[in-house]
């Protein structure tokens, strides 16, 4: 028999049905209301490729050096290839139909379920096909799709990377009847960060997709469990909405004026996804993260897994109140040195001062690196480190960025810490308070909070443990996203739980080769530099999927590229900061500007369909108009890609609505260089900077305009300069309406939970 009824199935048959149908089984068998389906099992997969002849070739097909992607492209062509062409056997075709007229007429849902569960779930969750509002004539060629895409360049690539063979992994088809949901969401059976007896319903119109993958922001309702009593509702403002097109692919439409404030669930609708979630949880033993939908009246569980981000909260804020208050304590007369805490925690660890020529291996697991200034080739040493102290520098400088992202503690604009401080000298630094003290000091403590004396090791830091870092998000109507400079920090970018990514900034991957774009290309060839783009987003890109990930093109002034090998062509500018940066030095240099193109292309490609493109300092909409069509030159649509622009200039926030009219789907307002041209105050100037204000009225007036211009013309809006992380700009944005917020890995969970305050006092001022 080739295929399976749900009941037949359940949680222990991994091997036979893959991951996604054992779960579906389990449920169905617990009498939980899944919509009906069949399961084309692992074994017919696997008995068409031996019986049809083609596992020898297929499997010599994909046996290629996946960073060569020549040859990746051409392996996941042929094993594709070989596998569409050949004919399903005709006892495979008999069953399939049979069990598909045995459900009944309707269009279905084709859903890979692979059995290789084993490997980490951000890989390979979301890599195979799922196909919708299938008909009887296609159910057969989109099983063989399904089982086609296990060898999409994307899932060959990652197989190699995490050394999985390529045969060891089987793929099952989940036919499924359609619910072609009116309204649909998650539910938590119980409260997500602190477990608390509470049911949170998230809601939104139209099928699924749309609330798990973050495009809309849905209705948020909280129910205590014991009374049953809904006790909070928040209804948002819902944009759009997903459906299905006529040719069965999902689409996002707006959403019909009367239903966008409308709340989307009723107090009867309310109780059944309460009851329903007692059921689940019931069955498994433990809180869980359900995906359910409700079609012509019916209330249908489409997926359900353990909530596995709850944590406690009492014990994470003592921790963080014991460090805090430690360090004051320990801030007594023998103070050496200060500057700015740029980056949270403290450390003890041995001083290694390393100047910029200086050998970086001499940096060990829990020294405390001292230099003049970073330099993008320290990040591996950085990240051995316990803190880091800089004499130069600002809390937006690479060794800040830099830092924050790897949770170093950093202690950065000291002047003189490379001279007074010696090799090998114990030191303690706070990066909250922004001091070094010579020896080890009590109240020093690693960032798990227990009180060790000791530098945190890089392997203890990996993991996120403090309460800023912990996996638990306070759910926001407006987005809550975070910025990624080094494709190091992905992972514990992506643990922080934000939405998304707001800003990747790309010159950072290029800076770490140590040459200049043009250099780079003359030494390595155009291709290797596109495969530098590629890897560096690809990271981050996998780490968040299927969450957005906005790409944001080469900006570095022309002094920072001086610093590399083939600086020296760069040209000798007095004003860097107003010279030949960000999009217009990508305009001036087409050539150089589509290699950037092309790695976007080939990540959409891969399958990165979450990665957005972002051009830095535009100036009006020209800019955008002229770099769109290099877009669509490089083989990017800019009508099915998402892209945008930064507003970090005066002009392009007055002239804003032009942009709008270019097409853009989002305005990310760079604050950084927004205050520094509107005040005409240089970012990196020390002379000024007590005038640097992004709160100043001027720059605010700037933003709200923005913001309501593009509420007009259905652009989204975002921040993800440094001021994101301000509770004033974070009140005065969602006070605005903003759609998104992008913080620095550190603040995400503060700016969540700033978020969350604004939003609840504006739903109080609405109803009081
Ligand atoms: C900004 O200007 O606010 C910004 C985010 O870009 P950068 O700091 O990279 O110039
Ligand atoms: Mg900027």
Redesign the pocket.
């Known amino acids: 028999m080739h295929t399976l009824w749900l009941a037949e199935i359940g949680a222990d048959d991994l091997d036979r049905v893959g991951g996604k149908a054992a779960s579906l089984g389990e449920l169905a068998g617990a009498g939980l209301p899944v919509p009906s389906a069949f399961v084309v099992s692992a074994g017919t997969y696997r008995a068409f490729i031996e019986d049809t002849g083609i596992a020898e070739a297929l499997f010599d097909a994909v046996d290629v050096d996946s960073d060569d992607s020549t040859a990746l492209a051409g392996a996941a062509e042929r094993a594709q290839e070989l596998i569409l062409e050949t004919e399903v056997p005709p006892a495979v075709r008999e069953d399939v139909l049979a069990a598909y007229d045995e459900m009944g007429d309707g269009p279905v849902a084709v859903r890979s379920s692979a059995t290789a569960e084993d490997l980490p779930d951000a890989s390979f969750a979301g890599q195979q096909d799922t196909y919708l509002n299938v008909e009887r004539p296609d159910l057969l060629d989109r099983v063989k799709e399904c089982w086609a895409s296990l060898f999409t360049q994307r899932a060959i690539y990652y197989r190699n990377e995490q050394e999985f063979a390529h045969d060891a992994v089987d793929i099952a088809v989940v036919v499924q009847e359609m619910v072609d949901a009116d309204k649909s969401g998650v539910l938590f059976t119980s409260h997500p960060s602190t477990g608390e007896p509470t049911t949170i319903v998230e809601a939104a119109w139209g099928l699924g997709e749309a609330v798990v993958s973050g495009t809309v922001s849905p209705d948020n309702y909280v129910i205590d469990r014991e009374s049953g009593e809904v006790t909070e509702v928040s209804v948002a403002e819902k944009r759009v909405m997903c459906v299905r097109g006529e040719d069965g692919q999902t689409v996002e439409r707006s959403v019909p004026d009367e239903k966008r404030d409308a709340q989307v669930l009723d107090e009867d609708e309310l109780g059944r996804l309460l009851e329903l979630g007692e059921r689940v949880e019931a069955h498994y033993g433990s809180p869980q993260d359900v995906e359910w939908a409700i079609y012509d009246g019916e209330l249908y569980l489409l997926q359900s897994r353990p909530i596995t981000t709850i944590d406690d909260p009492v014990e994470a804020a003592g921790s963080a109140a014991s460090a805090d208050g430690g360090a004051m304590e320990g801030q007594s007369d023998d103070v050496r040195l200060s500057g700015i805490g740029s980056s949270p925690g403290t450390a003890t660890g041995a001083v290694r001062v390393v100047d910029k020529l200086d050998n970086l291996d001499k940096v060990e697991d829990g020294d405390v690196i001292v230099t003049e200034m970073t330099t993008p080739d320290m990040v591996p040493a950085m990240k051995r480190a316990a803190g880091l102290v800089t004499d130069q520098g600002g809390m937006t400088s690479h060794a800040a960025i830099v830092s924050r992202e790897l949770g170093v503690p950093a202690v950065v604009g000291t002047d003189d810490a490379t001279d007074r401080l010696r090799d090998g000298q114990t030191v303690t630094i706070d990066g909250d308070m922004g001091t070094v003290q010579v020896g080890e000091h009590e109240g020093a403590t690693d960032d798990s909070g227990d009180g060790a004396t000791t530098a945190p090791s890089a392997d203890a830091r990996a993991a996120p443990t403090d309460s800023q870092h912990a996996p638990v998000k306070p759910m926001t109507g407006t987005e809550v996203k975070v910025n990624v400079s080094i494709p190091e920090a992905a992972e514990r970018a992506a643990a922080t739980g934000a939405d998304g990514v707001g800003l990747l900034r790309m010159e950072h991957m290029i800076l770490s080769t140590d040459k200049t774009p043009a250099r780079y290309v003359e030494d390595h060839g155009e291709r290797a530099y596109v495969d530098e783009i590629v890897e560096g987003v690809r990271g981050v890109a996998e780490a968040f999927y299927p969450r957005p990930v906005r790409v944001r093109t080469l900006?570095a002034p022309s002094d920072e590229f001086r610093q590399l090998q083939g600086g020296e062509d760069e040209p000798a500018e007095h004003n860097p900061m107003l010279g030949y940066r960000?999009v217009r030095r990508s305009l001036d240099r087409p050539d150089e500007f589509e290699l950037e193109l092309r790695a976007f292309a080939r990540l959409y490609e891969l399958g990165y369909d979450n990665v957005e493109l972002m051009l830095?300092?535009v100036t009006d909409a020209e800019d955008a108009l002229r770099a769109k069509s290099l877009m669509q030159e490089a083989g990017i649509d800019p009508e099915k890609r998402n892209w945008g622009v930064?507003v970090?200039t005066p002009a392009s926030a007055l002239g804003i609505e032009a942009l709008c009219e270019a097409g853009i789907d989002f305005a990310s307002f760079?604050?950084?260089?927004?205050t520094q041209y509107t005040l005409a105050v240089d970012r990196n100037n020390t002379n000024v900077a007590d005038r640097f204000d992004e709160l100043h009225p001027a720059v605010l007036e700037l933003m709200g305009q923005v913001v309501a211009t593009c509420r007009d013309h259905g652009v989204a809006t975002s921040i993800c300069?440094q001021a994101a992380s301000k509770p004033e700009m974070v009140k005065f944005l969602v006070d605005e309406g903003v759609s998104s917020i992008s913080a620095n890995i550190d603040a995400v969970r503060d700016v969540q939970h700033e978020v969350k305050r604004v939003e609840q006092r504006l739903l109080l001022e609405s109803v009081r």
Do not use: A
Not at 670 to 674: A, E, M, P, R, V
């Open positions: 900006d960000g830095p300092l930064m970090e760079g604050t950084n260089d927004l300069g």
